[in-house]
């Protein structure tokens, strides 16, 4: 039987959410201490573990099948590359910076300016689009150092916190784009791997699904169901379920994650009590 191969990062921001979500899906990893490749327990599956950087390329020669990457690593060296589904982690934006005390206006301040950034292709598209000329200088890591020693005007990287930015004097000027994990495909998949791909894609919108969602159990009076139900904003219809007490039912249903604080005061101004909130592990609509 046919196995798909995943690439996923060896060690760094992506490794450890990347093993998670797999195991999520019900897929351990026979991980060995320092091993590059590993067998998956439960799952038609191979395990790579690759530099983020070189993942586009593998994908391209098709020396794997998918990969767990980060989208800005796709728009650098990976537009030909499919996207199957976005995992909502390791969010962060790829921005351009220049020092504090220099004067900002728009994008036309950068017109014949040093600027130093890892990710020259990106940054190269963004300029051509607004018409703006400028000499990049590709440096592999502490990037946003470039300015304080007279390397480069401006830089381009990774923002998330900002802190990388604040520690080094440097403003967030543009936004060039916003980048999270996502699942990628190579375009060479076999139609065999392409079958697993859709299981493993079932599992991981199942996933998502859950870790976005809450499970919400709540008492009411029975004159308040009404009004409760009308708050809250379920699946489909809550449950509602007579409790031993007379005049009183237990409601339970699926709340987004997010928005169960904006709805918690509503709901107890309207007589909920004992109102508990759990995690939902999978969820299959
Ligand atoms: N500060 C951050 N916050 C959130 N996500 C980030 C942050 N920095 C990087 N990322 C995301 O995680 C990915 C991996 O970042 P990381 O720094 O671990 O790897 P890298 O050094 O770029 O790659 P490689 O595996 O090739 O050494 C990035 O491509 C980006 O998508
Ligand atoms: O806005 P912040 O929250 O400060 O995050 C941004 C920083 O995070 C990343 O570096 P990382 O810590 O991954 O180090 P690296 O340069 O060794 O990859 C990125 O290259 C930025 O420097
Ligand atoms: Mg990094």
């Not at 060296?77 to 351009?96: H, M, P, T, Y």
């Not at 000027?173 to 375009?187: D, K």
Request: hydrophobic residues 40%; glycine residues 6%; aromatic residues 4%.
């Amino acid at each position: 039987m046919s196995k798909i191969k995943i690439a996923i990062q060896k060690s760094g921001r992506l490794n450890q959410d990347s093993v998670q979500i797999l195991k999520d899906c019900g897929i351990s990893i026979d991980n060995g201490k320092d091993q590059l490749k590993a067998a998956t327990r439960n799952f038609p599956m191979e395990v790579m573990f690759l530099r983020n950087g070189d993942i586009p390329q593998y994908l391209r020669d098709g020396v794997v099948d998918i990969a767990i990457i980060g989208e800005n690593v796709l728009v650098e060296k990976g537009q030909d590359i499919a996207i199957a589904e976005r995992l909502n982690f390791s969010k962060c934006k790829v921005s351009l910076a220049v020092p504090k005390d220099v004067v900002y206006n728009s994008i036309k301040d950068l017109d014949g300016k040093r600027i130093a950034t890892s990710y020259p292709n990106t940054v190269k598209e963004y300029l051509k689009e607004k018409g703006i000329s400028a000499d990049l200088h590709q440096i592999s890591g502490s990037v946003e150092i470039a300015p304080n020693i007279g390397l480069a005007d401006a830089i381009c990287d990774i923002v998330s916190s900002g802190s990388t930015l604040f520690k080094n004097n440097l403003k967030e000027v543009e936004v060039m784009l916003t980048s999270e994990a996502v699942l990628a495909v190579s375009p060479s998949i076999s139609d065999e791997n392409r079958s697993i791909l859709q299981k493993l894609q079932f599992r991981i919108q199942a996933v998502l699904k859950a870790r976005a969602s809450k499970y919400v159990l709540l008492n009411a009076p029975n004159d308040k169901i009404d009004r409760i139900v009308d708050i809250l904003p379920g699946m489909r219809s809550p449950t509602v379920l007579p409790l031993a007490e007379k005049g009183w039912s237990s409601i339970h249903t699926v709340v987004e994650k997010n928005k169960f604080w904006d709805i918690l005061d509503e709901l107890k101004a309207e007589g909920a009590e004992g109102i508990l909130v759990c995690p939902i592990e999978k969820m299959v609509l």
